[in-house]
């Protein structure tokens, strides 16, 4: 039986989203043609076509409607009416809307189970709010279309695996958001996704919001009232959770496999490890040559995976942007999809 289609939403259309996914799916070409992948692309024609008869001239990627009874391995569907013409590289509220409008396609697919999950391009906050359209991020934007409120972000690469407790809020309120149940939700959400990534058995270490977990008191108390009950809780349930472990060594400890996952407090004590190694940089030019990490949703009812780098307006359109992050993204939906399954 051949596995449901993948849906790829394109993120902005004048971000490098259109031509990642021509360089994906010619890069997956063979697996498509096997039957082994399936992919649905939901965005704006236009854009792609611009991108596909640049780089893959031969790929052919027909268009769909989302009521047809069989689609073709790989196709696009339109996301919704076209308006001026998206440019790359320019910002504007049109591609604001068309990111919006891809990935509500995309979840509404996903819940009625007509793709296996969803896989996103990245968007521009600032695009997609002058479309009216005022969320954080993708991450915010899904926990709305799919009535959740709470939601997860979980950043891989490799076998490092990073889950928040807090993501786009300013650093004066992550004290405030470290709660005995947000914690507990972190730590269960981060769980269910390691055993369904076939990590029998999840270690997963909990970051210490403070310097050396608050050294007894004089750095803070959050580690030692909120977070290590918390903790002691959740191994009393039979979690595997060690904790709190100061942040300057945590994530050492991670990448030499002592963990299999780590819940970090807010965003860039997450981020920062992850994309410090998965985004290479040539010495020579200082430029950044690959792009490696996937950003995970836990909590939603459908199964949301994404690339873990932005638009780069400043290369959209100019045929140099790498796919590697897009192609681990369908890969982790695949797995996830089939762990659920």
């Known amino acids: 039986m051949k596995p449901r289609h993948l849906a790829i939403t394109m993120g ?17 070409g063979t ?25 893959a001239p031969d790929l052919s990627i027909p268009h769909v409607a989302d009521t047809d009874g069989e689609w073709p391995d790989l196709c696009f569907l339109q996301a919704g009416p076209e308006g001026e013409p998206i440019l790359p590289g320019r910002l504007s509220a049109d591609g604001g809307r068309f990111a919006y409008l891809a990935v509500e396609r995309g979840v509404r697919l996903a819940e009625a189970r007509k793709v ?14 002058k479309a009216g359209f005022h969320y954080a991020g993708h991450t915010e934007m899904l926990a709305a279309l799919t009535g959740v409120k709470g939601s997860v972000m979980l950043l891989a690469h490799g076998n490092m695996r990073v889950s928040h407790v807090s993501t786009h809020v300013a650093l004066e309120d992550v004290p405030k958001r470290l709660t005995p149940e947000r914690l507990r939700l972190v730590l269960d959400l981060t769980h269910e996704a390691l055993l369904g990534l076939g990590i029998a058995e ?19 108390r959050q580690d030692i009232d909120v977070s290590a009950p918390t903790i002691a809780q959740a191994v009393r349930d039979g979690m595997r959770v060690l904790g709190p472990v100061p942040g300057d060594t945590v994530f050492v400890k991670l990448r030499a496999g002592q963990y299999d996952a780590v819940v970090a407090m807010y965003h860039d004590q997450g981020h920062i490890p992850v994309k410090l190694l998965g985004f290479e940089v040539d010495p020579a030019t200082g430029e950044w040559r690959d792009l490696s990490g996937v950003n995970i949703t836990l909590g939603l009812p459908i199964i ?6 932005g638009t780069a307006f400043d290369i959209a359109g100019k045929g140099v ?21």
């Open 12 to 28: 902005d259309p004048a971000g490098i989203g259109p031509e990642i996914i021509v360089k994906a799916c010619k890069t997956l």
């Open 31 to 55: 697996r498509i043609a096997a039957g082994d992948l399936r992919l649905l692309v939901i965005g704006s024609g236009p854009a792609l076509e611009r991108a596909r008869a640049a780089l």
């Open 116 to 129: 296996g999950a969803i896989v996103t391009a990245p968007l521009n906050k600032e695009a997609l709010n």
């Open 202 to 220: 999840p270690r997963i270490a909990v970051a210490a919001l403070n310097p050396h977990a608050g050294e007894g008191g004089l750095f803070g």
């Open 304 to 309: 949301r995976t994404s690339v873990d780098h």
């Open 321 to 341: 942007a790498n796919e590697r992050s897009l192609i681990e993204a369908i890969e982790y939906a695949e797995r996830l999809s089939a762990g659920r399954a």
